[in-house]
């Protein structure tokens, strides 16, 4: 019978400003590899998205953070996370995973799955109301994989151009 080999040690660890450069290259390959989800859609300009991101950083209540999700120490992948008031009740503090990625040297290794009950945990000590991910349509893998975690569809966004 072969040994058992334990879980990776799974944490989210904030992206320092001197590891930006690193956090827009990781997710540049990232908005790669989503394109085939979303043929449509023109590619991401990865330099306005940053520029956006920072700027959005620059306020210390922009409500959005930047993690590397780490396995025994290593970046394994990376999360966006945005903190709005709920707009029913705005007393309510509602968290999206915007981003959501898991290199692909680290997948189907539990890491994906360790990372969102600790985005989980995390938000339930911070009082969060309710967690939601963006995920695209065609992309069946990222259904699944929410599903298993417990999250719901709820929505369907439509988009055209005029």
């Known amino acids: 019978m072969a040994?058992?080999?334990?879980a990776p040690a799974v944490h989210l660890t904030p992206v320092a400003i001197?590891?930006?450069?690193a956090f827009f290259d990781a997710?540049?390959?990232y908005s790669r590899e989503l394109e085939p989800f979303d043929p449509a859609h023109e590619?991401?300009?990865?330099g306005a998205y940053r520029d956006a991101v920072e700027d959005d950083l620059a306020f210390a209540d922009s409500g959005r953070e930047l993690?590397?999700?780490t396995a025994d120490e290593v970046r394994?992948?990376?999360?966006?996370?945005?903190?709005l008031p709920d707009w029913l009740a705005p007393e309510r503090l509602i968290t999206t995973i915007a981003e959501f990625c898991v290199f692909a040297s680290h997948r189907r290794e539990g890491i994906g799955r360790a990372a969102v009950l600790a985005i989980l945990?995390?938000?339930r000590a911070r009082g969060t109301y309710e967690v939601e991910a963006g995920i695209l349509r065609d992309n069946a893998t990222a259904h699944a994989f929410w599903r298993a975690l417990g999250f719901e569809v709820r929505q369907v966004l439509t988009v055209r151009r005029p």
């Open 3 to 6: 040994a058992r080999v334990s």
């Open 18 to 21: 001197d590891e930006r450069d």
């Open 27 to 29: 997710y540049e390959a």
């Open 43 to 46: 590619p991401t300009d990865v």
């Open 67 to 69: 993690y590397w999700i």
């Open 76 to 83: 394994a992948g990376f999360a966006v996370l945005r903190h």
């Open 121 to 123: 945990a995390q938000e």
